[in-house]
C-alpha cells in the first residue's frame, strides 16, 4: 500500500517558519513526481512545489517562490517543504502528492496531476 503521512503543520507568527515532512512508504519512489499542494476552506486545491524524487530543479507557484524549498531525503524516504518567511496567506492545510512518472516541472501544477496524496498537516500563520 502507498502511503504518504505528513507532519511539521502547527501555529506559526508571520514571519516565521515551518518544516513540513512527508515520509513515504510501499513503494520506492525514484520514478515518481512528488508535488506539494495546500488548501484553504472554502477553496480550491493550490499548487505549491514540485520535484522529481530522482533529482533535478524543483518548480514553484509564484507565491512561494523564494521563501519555500522542497528538498527529500532518500535514505529516510522523506519529503520536506522548507517555508520560511511565512504569510497569514500562507495559512492552509498541506499535502503531499506522488505521480508514478518523472515529468515534474512547470507542466505538473494540477492536483489531477497526482495519483497519491497524504492526509494533510495545518499550517496557521498568525499576523
Known amino acids: 500500500q502507498v502511503q504518504l503521512v505528513e507532519s511539521g503543520g502547527g501555529l506559526v507568527q508571520a514571519g516565521g517558519s515551518l518544516r513540513l515532512s512527508c515520509a513515504t512508504s510501499?513503494?520506492?519512489?525514484?520514478?515518481?513526481?512528488m508535488g506539494w499542494f495546500r488548501q484553504a476552506p472554502g477553496k480550491e486545491r493550490e499548487f505549491v512545489g514540485t520535484?522529481?524524487?530522482?533529482?533535478?530543479?524543483?518548480y514553484y507557484a509564484d507565491s512561494v517562490k523564494g521563501r519555500f524549498t522542497i528538498s527529500r531525503d532518500t535514505a529516510r524516504n522523506t519529503l520536506y517543504l522548507q517555508m520560511n518567511s511565512l504569510k497569514p496567506e500562507d495559512t492552509a492545510v498541506y499535502y503531499c502528492?506522488?505521480?508514478?512518472?518523472?515529468?515534474?516541472?512547470?507542466?505538473?501544477?494540477?492536483?489531477?496531476?497526482?495519483?497519491?496524496w497524504g492526509q494533510g498537516t495545518q499550517v496557521t500563520v498568525s499576523s
Open positions: 510501499g513503494r520506492t519512489f525514484s520514478s515518481y513526481t
Open positions: 520535484i522529481r524524487w530522482s533529482g533535478g530543479s524543483p
Open positions: 502528492a506522488a505521480h508514478p512518472g518523472q515529468p515534474g516541472g512547470s507542466a505538473w501544477t494540477r492536483p489531477y496531476q497526482y495519483a497519491y
